[in-house]
């Protein structure tokens, strides 16, 4: 999968979308983070649909076919959902450091 911000360096995009200007900062295809949009949280591109959201209704059992079914209007898809988990699953480690256990 390709990520936009694997150069560290995140690009502004500039869009206009429905006839108004969209900002965003791309995370992946489907993630971004979009100044004014939820907080600045990442959101699913083009919607007010935050990551952290469906991240969480994830973890409760809901699948992801369940969600697209559920959040249908906002066109969230399968790929949207798994480079949200993987991009979490890549936060994480970047932000964790190996536990030393004292002997």
Same mark, same amino acid.
């Given at each position: 999968?390709?990520?936009?911000?694997? $150069?560290? *360096? &995140? @690009?502004?995009? *500039?869009? #206009?979308?429905?006839?108004? &200007?969209?900002?965003?900062?791309?995370?992946?295809?489907?993630?971004?983070?979009?100044?004014?949009?939820?907080?600045? @949280?990442?959101?699913? *591109?083009?919607?007010?649909?935050? #990551?952290?959201? #469906? +991240?969480? @209704?994830?973890?409760?059992? /809901? $699948?992801?076919? !369940?969600?697209? *079914?559920?959040?249908?209007? $906002?066109?969230? $898809?399968? /790929?949207? !959902?798994?480079?949200? !988990?993987?991009?979490?699953?890549?936060?994480?480690?970047?932000?964790? @450091?190996? +536990?030393?256990?004292?002997?």
């Amino acid at each position: 999968m390709n990520h936009p911000m694997e $150069s560290n *360096k &995140p @690009r502004l995009v *500039k869009e #206009v979308v429905g006839g108004e &200007p969209y900002e965003y900062y791309p995370l992946g295809e489907y993630v971004v983070v979009a100044p004014g949009v939820c907080g600045g @949280r990442p959101t699913f *591109k083009y919607t007010r649909l935050e #990551v952290s959201m #469906v +991240l969480a @209704r994830l973890a409760q059992g /809901d $699948s992801p076919e !369940i969600l697209v *079914k559920n959040y249908e209007s $906002s066109h969230l $898809s399968t /790929d949207a !959902i798994a480079e949200a !988990i993987e991009l979490a699953n890549q936060a994480f480690v970047e932000t964790t @450091r190996p +536990l030393s256990l004292a002997a």
